[in-house]
């Protein structure tokens, strides 16, 4: 007997057409198949983040030679590693309405996750975040290599989803306390100005106990999806009260929806999809997935209330494009490079390591 429903099987990967071109076909499929769209995205942004580790590098050999080496200039993206300075100068920006002029790139790169939040759902973190792209990676790589992934009891599940916001409410208590003077001296100290140096020297000198950390992590997010970005990343969090204000949201069609619950198996945040008429969780991160498991035509779709359907790859160029024009806008202003000089950073990176918190 016929379904009263079309239905359409998920896309699939394959080989171009006899005689298509094989861009057309990329391109086909990148419009159809939105696990596609994001990938591209994951990945291009991966690339960049791994240029910007290069470069960084380059930068600090430079540093560490005392100036002997070739100079490579300081790249302004790895800011976007800097979240606690971001937000202190963040908070800077709306007491003085001023700039501070160390790390201002870390400013912006957070100014526009927030956007991404309110607007987008958690976007940022399952398009653009690399730490989310490569936790992802790594379920996916424990699924294929064991047949599936452990999903924690619902008893056990929603307290450790709440230590992500434990440490959010730490750190904005934290920042929320710290007064104008207080505030202006932790941004104008060398702590602050060598946040990033130290960074690197942390991570390309792991201490047996962070080596054994890291691996720990790596190990358990082959078992359970998205282990850190679910449980642990406060920034996860953070965005996840600003997507309950975001417009886009998965939308099911009732009336079309054939029960099949294979938008709740697919979904890595777990959310019962199939139940949901408009799925508000703030574990959603727009993924996509759900969507593109959905075997019938027209009925799973992200969109704003009475707005049209959003397919995969408008919402990949949304986010992409949102956290482009914020950092792009944050360069063509002038507030993008940080104001120490190279003079600065020769003085500063020899005393990286031995500078206090203030």
């Given at each position: 007997m016929?379904?009263?429903h079309?239905?359409?099987?998920p896309?699939?990967p394959g ?11 990329f391109?086909?499929?990148l419009r ?7 990938a591209?995205v994951?990945?291009?942004y ?9 470069e960084?590098?380059l930068?600090?050999?430079w540093?560490a ?19 606690i300075s971001?937000?202190?100068s963040?908070?800077?920006w709306?007491?003085?309405g001023?700039?501070h002029?160390?790390h201002p790139?870390?400013l ?7 956007a991404?939040?309110?607007?987008l759902?958690?976007a940022?973190?399952?398009w653009i975040?690399p730490?989310?792209t490569?936790?992802?990676?790594l379920w996916?790589?424990g699924r294929k290599g064991?047949g599936?992934n452990?999903a924690?009891?619902?008893w056990?599940d929603?307290p450790l ?9 730490f ?8 007064d104008?003077p207080?505030l202006?001296a932790f941004?104008?100290?060398?702590f602050?100005a060598?946040a990033d ?5 942390f ?5 047996g106990l962070a080596l054994?950390?890291?691996l720990a992590?790596?190990a ?6 998205n282990?850190w ?12 009260l600003?997507?309950l204000a ?8 009732k009336r ?6 294979l938008c709740t198996?697919?979904c890595?945040?777990?959310?019962q999809?199939h139940r949901?008429?408009r799925v508000g969780?703030d574990e959603?991160t727009?993924c996509y ?7 019938v035509?027209d009925t799973l779709?992200?969109r704003?209330p009475?707005?049209?359907?959003v ?10 494009g949102?956290?482009?024009a914020?950092?792009g ?5 002038g507030h993008?490079r940080?104001?120490?000089h190279?003079?600065d950073y020769?003085?500063l990176i020899?005393?990286a390591q031995?500078v206090g918190?203030?």
């Open positions: 016929n379904s009263p079309p239905i359409h099987p896309p699939r080989g171009t057409a006899k005689g298509g071109s094989p861009v057309r076909a391109l086909g499929r159809t198949d939105p696990k596609a769209a994001r591209v994951q990945v291009a991966l690339v960049l983040c791994l240029w910007i580790g290069a960084f590098a930068f600090m050999r540093g030679s005392g100036g002997r080496a070739a100079y490579v200039p300081h790249p302004a993206g790895a800011e976007g590693f800097l979240p971001a937000l202190l963040l908070k800077h709306f007491l003085t001023q700039i002029p160390v790139a870390g912006f790169i957070l100014v526009a996750i927030l991404m939040g309110l607007l759902k958690k940022f973190c399952s975040c730490v989310g490569l936790s992802e990676a996916l790589l064991l599936r452990l924690l009891p619902r056990a929603a989803r709440g230590v992500k916001y434990l440490l959010l409410g750190f904005l208590w934290a920042i929320w306390n710290m104008g207080v202006e941004l104008d100290s060398p602050n060598v140096i130290r960074m690197y020297w991570f390309a000198h792991l201490s054994g950390t890291v992590l790596a358990l997010s082959l078992l359970v999806q282990l970005c679910r449980y642990l990343c406060p920034y996860g969090a953070l965005l996840g600003l997507s975001s417009p886009l949201r998965v939308t099911r069609g079309t929806c054939i029960d099949c619950r198996r697919a890595p945040a777990r959310i999809v949901a008429n969780s959603c727009a997935r759900c969507v593109a498991a959905c075997p035509k779709h992200v704003a009475g707005g049209k359907a397919p995969g790859w408008v919402f990949g160029m949304l986010a992409a949102l956290f482009t914020v950092t806008g944050a360069m063509l202003f993008w940080t104001a120490l190279r003079q020769l003085q020899p005393m031995a918190h203030p």
